[in-house]
């Protein structure tokens, strides 16, 4: 039997835990939290500034042409839905598979999913013609007689994904944070943060009873949301597969979407957990390096089944003796777009290999630098997809380029600019751990090698 | 009475008023008026001297304020009214159709213009014109959009040019004021007159006329003549005449350096009577092709000959050597002085590294078909020193295979649209050197455009008095004349024309002059008539119909009928009906007999070595008239694929050893003349030859030829290549003289070219077993009529397919038809209101053409074959677009269309993006022209789109149903034929047949059906409603060339 190290480090007690954790909310933000802040804003402000030029003046301004019908827009939206996956993974099934070391990372991860599906969200309308028609796409009564929606596209199939998706991840996060909203709002000391925190706990007492429907709630929220980690990227991988295009219909995308969604995600986390650890130091004994080492761990797996996907495409291309499907393949790895491939490759593949050695597992420079590689590894993977595809298929007198333009980059930087300022704001506004789900993965009262009997769903707060 | 009883009771009141000086007891004047402007501002009077009273003034503040703020609240309102007085022929929302011609540098079209509510919109070939039948060229169809350019002239302008005709500043003047100073100095005589052809029988006989009253003389000289053509048949058979030249009777034909189905002389024509005789059987013809360059005839060619540009003559004179000295077949066999003639250019073959197994195989086609041959050659892109010669060998050589009279008409019905020659304009040139001219009058030519300066052209214009120009625009030559006296749009104006011999067409207006434009012929009358030597027209109109009643009605033989019936008739027809003319074209007349004597004038001395500069005119661009024609500088050249500009063409040989990459900037000196020029890598051309097309570098021609977009610009549109040539010893030397060519290092311009031409040589992505274009040889074909299809067994759904009970449109496209002339392009532009985007977005791939013209090349780069593949939306009964689109914004009609929705569209391209053949079109940006005169050009049966929606080709759905309502109105069924969509009206070569494929019996079905019918990318079994028939070249040397491998 395996047994992970303690959890958390520093000999807490249940006091030191909540203030602890209590304490970003409560003080002052710091220098440091104020300049990432800034610096998130100021990118925000160019995300914004870039989408009213886009929807004013036209798609024309992004890289998008004739045969590339889908640029940018499409790459990071598939990007941003990637990272999300990683929030519910650590919520849900580690959570219905009794990983207690989720504990501590859980609450940021799920933030993370719902902000980065809240900026995936952005793409699909800003790549449309006209984004102002969007709602088009929603099933709902309308006066423009008999004209419905298409069920048999895949970007319908999308937009009920990424909506059932979104919603779930909110109400999940939402629902595991009343008890941690109510302690802070017994620790406000002021009128509108009591108020505010009261409004957000739902009347939450701590009773027995409110513990009881709250873990079953919790329970039936994670099995809910499990098959839609799956099914989310399966089906944004549909939007490749279902089509005809070479190098996007194959049967191999779904399980390798998800399996790279995962990878991404935990990319994500990890950096995102190493800055937190930076910017909170309290927090470093929540977020062990044991933590960072588990996602590693993962990150380096996930990527073994990255490398295998793309092997197999490889195989595939051979195999079917169909010769445009050959020669997406050779043109992905040695056509002009060739350094994006090997980009990709390199940055998911080989870099994560260096997780083998348990000292890079450990050092948090270490896996930071990969972990970014890994985020730009999977960008470049869904640029790979979209752009290399398009731009050479079938005929080739059409064949065409696709050059960044600075609309590109706007929307693209931007949207990191969108993402952390929501993310800084969560974790000045939440608290960034569960403080009721951490306090019984304490050590307290127990043998350190001592296996805990009575765990599982139920926690004494 | 009353006057005393006033004057009492003044001096009453005076007793009795109150006083404060003596000027208000005396009333004098002044103090009255001081006393009145005593308490100054008056709110309501106004001060003699200001324009407005206080309270004036702030009225009019007030209501503009409000009517700035309100203006900006709602749009007006545009009450669209009915007409009050109707005019006969016009029904709102329904076109009316008028025939007419139209003549475009010697390229003589009879059209069928469609207007709406009076605007014409859309030019349609006149089927039943001998010349064209049907016909047009992207340019004739670009003319519509011509009437509507912003940059036209809108009136007569008088230019203040100083002593060198060089700082000109244009003030606008009457017509009446015009007229006064013109005819002062037309009293003075002699007055020459330049233009090009007019090929307008009444047009002449009017300047005639006028050149008899002011002892004018009339000279006549085209940009893109036929000089090299007249003369050698004057020195050959003693008429100075153009041909017609037959290739429907032809079963080989042979050009040297002619680019007849792209550029030379009459390529309509020519690619309409081609087309008749590549019938896929075993009477098809064949065309071999030598030249330098790579044309689009070249790209046609069933053999193409890549020969250095030194040596077309020598080939022709080796090809002849070969069938009279070694085959000793012919009369002049045993002539020693045919022999002498011929010796040098025994061993052309060797010499040119050319197999001579060509000049044997093709020496014994020619004569095995002798009388059933043509030898063709002429053109710009001719060494000028070849030209002569060359014409004289081509001539000796078709006289020999008995072809004269046969398959080159010359005494039935001969062209009669190059008439200019270049003689002519030189010694215009010494006669205004000389002073002896006072008046100049230029008539649609744009001589300062497309002669050098070392012409002395624009240096002799000094030392005339009046220089008057007459073109459409105060461009380069309208800005150093003293009088721009703008003519009409032909689409505005009435005339005739004689494109050839006996075959009179009639040109009538289809709108009002748009602008304060005054006929050419008009001017002249009037002109005639302020001079005192009256007319007996009293315009224009009338000296036209006077023309032909007393000239051509008298040619009219069919029978009775008064001159107002046959008018009507001419007008109705836009070309006079002689019953027998189509009867006594098609005949053949006696061979001439050839002087020998010829042979003494077609030498030529060796050039000397090196690369040579050969200038070309584009399918598109031509002469450069119409450069500010947005379609126009749009069009995908048929050859390149590159749009906005000109570029030197190298050959990749040339290229390498230079350094030069596509688009590398090179400095070109030839004849002294330097210019900047951006490369293009032409596969199969030679390496000793470069080209350069002529027709851009217009400064002066308008917004769209500027690349700065500004109305009068430094930087045009490409580079004005006629500058290259040069006067030398009573020639224009414009092709053929030494070049030089340096690398101006680093620098690159970009050539926004609508195909990806970059990975050419990347052997690594060789486009190899993708059996997009069924094409095979004739031998195969023979064999088997399905060679060169690439089949893949039984495909089957497993989902419903779609039934079709009523019509099912389709469409076929034959490949061996189409020569990739691209006429279709613009046509489909011009129904469909298609925009053109401009250089910057092609080069970015947003091109908007719903049809384009698929170019590929096929085999060794060094001389490839080229296969041209119309690719526009198939209309798949399984259509990968409709099942992806969310909102259902393209559908499929139960006739078999699929149908884009605009206004459901949201724009997610997901369609295009799953259209294996990427047909489909994004708004990027509005595209919408709000410009005042060019958005008259929209045709309005068809939405203009807004951005951010997807369009492809509809079938011109908008031509189906008003067909379908037009039959249900007459209650009759619909007929096969009568559903012709824009690109079909408008092909040269018939190459494409639309129609119900439910009707068994129509065309369409047949060749759908037929064995040479394929789909493209059919293993996709999207089942599209476009099959292609098999392209089939015939080369010579069938067995030893690469045809083999058919299909599989």
Known sequence: ?461 | MSEITENNQTQQNKSEKLWVGLEHYYDDPKFLEMAQKEFLSSPLSSEPDSEFGRREFLKLMGASIALASTSCIRRPANKIVPYVKRPDEVVPGVANYYATSWLDNGQGFGMVIKTREGRPIKAEGLLEHPVNRGGLSARAQAHVLSVYDPDRARGPKKNIVNEKRTNSDSVEVTWEAADKEVIEQLKKGKVRILSGTLASPSTESLISEFSRAFGAKHIVWDNLGADDVKEGQALCYGQEAVPRYRFDKAKTVVSFGADFLGTYLSPVEFTKLFAKSRHAGPLMSQLVVFESLYSLTGANADTRVSVASDQLFASLMGLIHEIVVVNKKSSYAGNAEVQKWLEPYANVAVNNGVSSEIFSQLAQELWKNRGESLIISGGLNIPTKQAVPLQIATNFLNSLLDNDGKTIDVNISPNKTYKGSFKALALLIDEMKNGQVSTLIIHRSNPIYSLPVSSGFQEALNKVGLVIYTGDRNDETGRISNMFLPDHHSLENWGDGEFQKQVYSIQQPTIRPMFNTRAFQDSLLTWMSLGGSKSAAKDWHDYLVNYWKSNIYGQWTKGAKSFEEFWVDVLQRGVMDVSNLSAKRSATSGARPFSLGALKNSKVEAAPPGTKLLMYSKVGMGDGSMANISWIQEFPDPVTKITWDNYLTVSEEFASKNGLKEGSLVEVTANEYVEALPVHIQPGQHSNAVGVAVGYGRRFAGKIASESGEEVSNRSIGQNAFLFAKLENDQWIRSGMTVKVTVIEDKFHPLACTQGHHMLRDKKFEVKDRNIIAHTSLTEFLKNKKAGIHQHGELKSIWPEHKYTGHKWAMVIDSNSCTGCSACVVACQSENNIPAVGKRYVLEGREMHWIRIDRYYRGDPEAPETLYQPMLCQHCDNAPCETVCPVVATSHSSEGLNEMIYNRCVGTRYCSNNCPYKVRRFNWFNYLDHNDTLKLAYNPEVTVRSRGVMEKCTFCVQRIKEAKQTAQDKKVPLADGDIRTACQQSCPADAISFGDNNDKGSQVSQLFNSDRASVVLEELYAKPAIKYLTKIKNPLMAQVSSHQEGGH
């Open chain 1, 1 to 461: 039997m395996f047994t992970r190290d303690q959890l958390i480090t520093g000999n807490k007690t249940l006091e030191q835990i909540t203030n602890d954790i209590c304490e970003p909310v409560e003080t002052v933000p710091t220098i440091k939290w104020v300049a990432l802040m800034l610096g998130a804003n100021s990118t925000l402000l160019i995300f914004v500034s870039t989408l009213i030029m886009i929807i004013g003046l036209g798609m024309g301004l992004m890289a998008v042409n004739h045969p590339i019908g889908w640029g940018t827009d499409i790459i990071t939206f598939v990007f941003w839905i990637g990272i999300g996956h990683a929030g519910t993974l650590i919520s849900a099934i580690l959570f219905l598979f009794r990983q207690k070391w989720r504990t501590s990372i859980a609450r940021s991860a799920e933030a993370m999913t719902v902000f980065a599906v809240m900026t995936a969200g952005i793409f699909p309308l800003l790549h449309t013609g006209r984004p102002w028609l969007g709602y088009w796409l929603l099933p709902y009564p309308n006066q423009r007689g008999p004209l419905w929606i298409n069920f048999r596209s895949p970007l319908l199939w999308d937009v009920f994904a990424v909506s059932t998706y979104m919603t779930v991840s909110v109400v999940f996060w939402y629902v595991g944070m009343v008890p941690d909203f109510a302690t802070l709002r017994d620790r406000a000391k002021n009128k509108i943060r009591k108020i505010a925190y009261g409004a957000l706990s739902l009347g939450w007492r701590g009773t027995a009873r409110n513990w009881s429907h709250y873990e079953m709630t919790y329970l039936l929220l994670a099995g809910l949301s499990t098959p839609l980690v799956l099914s989310v990227h399966t089906i944004v991988s549909f939007d490749f597969a279902v089509s005809q295009l070479p190098g996007w219909h194959t049967t191999i995308f779904p399980p390798y979407f998800v399996a790279g969604a995962i990878f991404s995600g935990f990319g994500m986390v990890v950096t995102l957990m190493t800055l937190v650890r930076i910017g909170f130091p309290k927090f470093k004994d929540y977020v062990t390096i044991n933590h960072m080492e588990v996602m590693n761990k993962i990150i380096m797996t996930t990527g073994l089944m990255v490398g295998y996907a793309y092997a197999t495409e490889f195989f595939i291309a051979w195999y079917s003796g169909n010769p445009f499907e050959s020669f997406v393949f050779i043109n992905r790895a040695f056509g002009p777009y060739a350094w994006s491939y090997w980009i990709m490759v390199t940055c998911n593949v080989f870099i994560p290999q260096l997780f083998w050695w348990k000292s890079i597992r450990r050092s948090i420079p270490a896996m930071f630098v990969i972990s970014i590689c890994v985020n730009i590894g999977m960008w470049f993977e869904r640029f790979v997809i979209v752009v290399t595809s398009l731009h050479r298929d079938f005929l080739p007198a059409n064949w065409g380029d696709f050059i960044f333009t600075w609309a590109d980059f706007g929307v693209l930087f931007g949207s990191f600019g969108f993402f952390l300022t929501l993310f800084l704001l969560y974790l000045r506004l939440a608290p960034a751990i569960s403080i009721a789900e951490l306090k019984p993965v304490l050590n307290v009262g127990r043998d350190n090698n001592g296996h805990d009997a009575s765990s599982g769903g139920t926690h004494h707060g």
